[in-house]
């Protein structure tokens, strides 16, 4: 790969991508998710509903819902997350799109090439996940499933598979629309083109017996009604809004889309997941006057071959064990005539592709959700997203432990990208992200960031404020990412977002609650996932990691602007850097390198050490957080992550024999979770179950060294 463009000027950049965005436009409407076709082409859309609900329906059991492209996104994207939600209990529903059939090739490795049978590959992949998935609930690969045919709206019918082990259960619903429908039309086009029209490919031995045919609203009702008949409170879908991508002779363009990370069937089946989302929540608010409680994980697809691989080998050897049991042999005697797997897929294919896929697991919206504040009367407060809108969480009593029922603050459709602070008069400001504009068939397709205030600290609050995004162009502005701020003592608040060239923008709200312009910062690529923090002297501080090293801006001076601030001799990171400030008024950064289990803590001045952290092995970001200490000192570190498990784990101070504190009950968190560190020791750690419930852990100090 090469790492010269990091170094690149941000305009020089920009006016890069800017063509390139012109030229992927006119090749390819997946990547672009805008047609071409002209405005008076497009059809009347339902429009995405802002309204905030007056309640919840409560929740029983969890369940989690992912939506693919093809069989094996969820084997190579969306896990270890799927893996440890089952594992907990979760059942889970598989909903694949594409009948995945491609050329009809299903070839081992070293073998001769076969005769095209796209029937058959697509019955051997549907085969596939029966083991991996049987092998996941700690079964057989073989083992027979339960194989049906499912009526869905619009009078489509698709094959469902349902296996279950010790009250864990697995369910595969294939859709099993074809790749390449009659007349060279795809997916992309479904989305982008009003009245085209797509039908289904008939899977070898199959139960379902006639082909169903789709037109775009179709499948928004399919995959509605399919949220309906469930109920999932986490839903997992691909990238909507995948990084433009310069393919050349150093990053060639493999699998990806023209002019993007990613592939050209997986935007679109996420876009429509997330209409789908917003009409599901909508339909039962008006039917039901309670909005569904559910959260959404979206999962970056082929991002993960373009950054430096962020999970440790024992979570890749995890994912990989999945894989293999999908791609199976054919000299496996699994009982199906079509094939016993995608026999690309096999063996140790999956850890020796140079592309990687399995090697990373990348949220598209990487927020710590939900986002912990407190109220005036030392209550804790989470905000994050709920039912595709703004929610708040209020503890029943200071201390207690335990929130009340969700607070509809509407705002949505919502990305699960928010964040929170406190201003400088203690009122609580929001900053999301939201579908502004999801209609496909020709018409807008466009994101916005939003703000939400209080009047008073405490108080009600004011209407939603549209931000905008800092690209003009709608395809750039797409590429937004998630909003991260911080409140100065002089009554601003700081908001930062990564832009589509992959740089840094910001926006100022002064103290008189007006937002000022966008302004883009100089600095190199950066993937999303920002740690924003105040050091000692009340400078703003912004971190993140880039592809050698992490990137660092910050003001000079309290009142100054924040600018590009580079750190000498830090090593390539992994994952998003936590950051702390230092008693010399400096800052401290902790995070993995790439594949590494286990973080290190980069002292940025005075020594310049670099110590490990080898009993907080784990993977993904590290949240880092010093602990004030009597009379005003500095005290011990505290350190929040998953460990190996998925589980969260925290850990007191940095000494060679310090070791992690875990829950006593298994807590697997949605996303990530975050902390709230208040006086003295008093920790709070904060996170969101699989239920779509929020819960407080109170970790205690009894082991630190």
Same mark, same amino acid.
Do not use: W
């Given at each position: 790969?090469?790492?010269?463009?990091?170094?690149?000027?941000?305009?020089?950049?920009?006016?890069?991508?800017?063509?390139?965005?012109?030229?992927?436009?006119?090749?390819?409407?997946?990547?672009?998710?805008?047609?071409?076709?002209?405005?008076?082409?497009?059809?009347?859309?339902?429009?995405?509903?802002?309204?905030?609900?007056?309640?919840?329906?409560?929740?029983?059991?969890?369940?989690?819902?992912q939506i693919l492209a093809h069989p094996d996104d969820d084997l190579y994207f969306m896990n270890p997350d799927a893996e440890h939600m089952l594992t907990a209990g979760v059942p889970v529903v598989c909903v694949y799109v594409t009948a995945g059939e491609a050329a009809g090739i299903n070839r081992e490795a070293g073998t001769p090439r076969p005769g095209a049978?796209?029937?058959?590959?697509?019955?051997?992949?549907?085969?596939?996940?029966?083991?991996?998935?049987?092998?996941?609930?700690?079964l057989d690969k073989f083992t027979r499933w339960r194989r049906s045919v499912l009526e869905l709206p619009g009078g489509v019918t698709a094959e469902t598979n349902v296996l279950g082990n010790g009250g864990r259960s697995v369910r595969l619903v294939f859709l099993n629309i074809a790749m390449l429908s009659a007349g060279n039309v795809r997916i992309p086009q479904l989305w982008n083109l009003p009245g085209i029209l797509m039908r289904t490919l008939i899977a070898a031995d199959s139960p379902v017996r006639t082909p169903s045919t789709y037109r775009h609203q179709t499948l928004v009702?399919?995959?509605?009604?399919?949220m309906d008949r469930y109920r999932p409170t986490v839903i997992h879908?691909?990238?909507?809004?995948p990084d433009f991508q310069v393919h050349d002779a150093t990053h060639p363009r493999d699998n990806d889309q023209p002019g993007c990370s990613d592939h050209r069937d997986h935007t679109p089946v996420a876009l429509f997941a997330w209409k789908a989302i917003a009409q599901w929540a909508d339909d039962v608010a008006r039917r039901e006057k309670r909005a569904p409680r559910f959260t959404v994980t979206s999962f970056r697809g082929y991002y993960n071959q373009r950054w430096p691989h962020n999970l440790p080998p024992a979570v890749v050897e995890q994912k990989a064990r999945a894989v293999a049991a999908y791609g199976g042999s054919p000299q496996w005697d699994c009982g199906n005539a079509a094939g016993c797997g995608d026999y690309g897929q096999g063996g140790t294919r999956p850890l020796t592709n140079r592309k990687g896929w399995i090697r990373s697991t990348h949220y598209r919206y990487p927020s710590a959700l939900p986002t912990p504040l407190t109220d005036p009367d030392g209550r804790l407060v989470a905000y994050g997203a709920l039912g595709a809108q703004a929610v708040r969480w209020r503890e029943t009593a200071p201390g207690s432990g335990r929130f009340g029922a969700p607070q509809g603050l509407g705002g949505g459709p919502l990305a699960p990208a928010l964040c929170a602070v406190r201003d400088a008069r203690g009122r609580h400001v929001l900053v999301a992200l939201r579908f502004s504009a999801l209609d496909g068939q020709g018409g807008a397709n466009t994101r916005e960031l939003v703000a939400l205030e209080q009047r008073t600290p405490g108080g009600p609050f004011r209407a939603w404020t549209g931000l905008g995004t800092p690209d003009s162009d709608p395809e750039h502005g797409r590429r937004v990412g998630c909003p991260a701020a911080v409140a100065t003592p002089d009554?601003?608040?700081?908001?930062?977002?990564?832009?589509?060239?992959k740089g840094l923008a910001t926006r100022i709200r002064d103290a008189n609650g007006a937002w000022g312009p966008w302004q883009r910062l100089d600095g190199g690529e950066i993937q999303d996932g920002l740690t924003v923090l105040l050091d000692r002297q009340a400078r703003v501080h912004v971190v993140a990691a880039g592809r050698d090293t992490v990137h660092h801006w910050a003001q000079d001076r309290p009142d100054g602007p924040v600018a590009l601030r580079p750190l000498a001799g830090l090593p390539r990171p992994g994952e998003q850097p936590g950051a702390v400030p230092s008693p010399d008024g400096s800052?401290?950064?902790?995070?993995?390198?790439?594949?590494?289990?286990?973080?290190?803590?980069?002292?940025?001045?005075?020594?310049?050490?670099?110590?490990?952290?080898?009993?907080?092995?784990?993977?993904?970001?590290?949240?880092?957080?010093?602990?004030?200490?009597?009379?005003?000192?500095?005290?011990?570190?505290?350190?929040?992550?998953?460990?190996?498990?998925?589980?969260?784990? &925290?850990?007191?101070?940095?000494?060679?024999?310090?070791?992690?504190?875990?829950?006593?009950?298994?807590? &697997?968190?949605v996303g990530t979770p975050t902390l709230l560190a208040g006086e003295g020791e008093q920790v709070r750690v904060v996170g969101m179950s699989p239920g779509a419930t929020p819960w407080i852990w109170r970790p205690r100090a009894t082991s630190r060294a």
């Open positions: 790969m090469n790492n010269s463009r990091s170094a690149a000027p941000a305009a020089t950049r920009r006016q890069a991508l800017a063509a390139l965005a012109a030229l992927t436009a006119a090749t390819t409407a997946a990547c672009s998710g805008s047609s071409g076709a002209s405005p008076t082409s497009a059809v009347p859309v339902r429009p995405l509903s802002p309204r905030p609900a007056e309640s919840f329906a409560n929740t029983e059991n969890a369940l989690l819902l049978d796209k029937a058959a590959y697509s019955a051997a992949r549907h085969q596939g996940l029966r083991q991996a998935y049987a092998q996941l609930l700690g009702d399919v995959l509605a009604g399919i879908t691909l990238d909507p809004d009554g601003r608040v700081h908001l930062f977002v990564r832009t589509a060239d800052i401290a950064l902790v995070y993995r390198p790439p594949a590494g289990a286990v973080p290190y803590l980069h002292d940025l001045h005075g020594a310049g050490t670099s110590v490990p952290l080898r009993h907080f092995e784990g993977y993904g970001p590290v949240t880092a957080h010093a602990l004030a200490a009597s009379g005003g000192r500095q005290g011990p570190l505290l350190l929040l992550s998953r460990d190996l498990n998925g589980e969260v784990q &925290v850990q007191y101070g940095t000494k060679p024999a310090a070791k992690p504190l875990r829950p006593t009950s298994r807590l &697997v968190p």
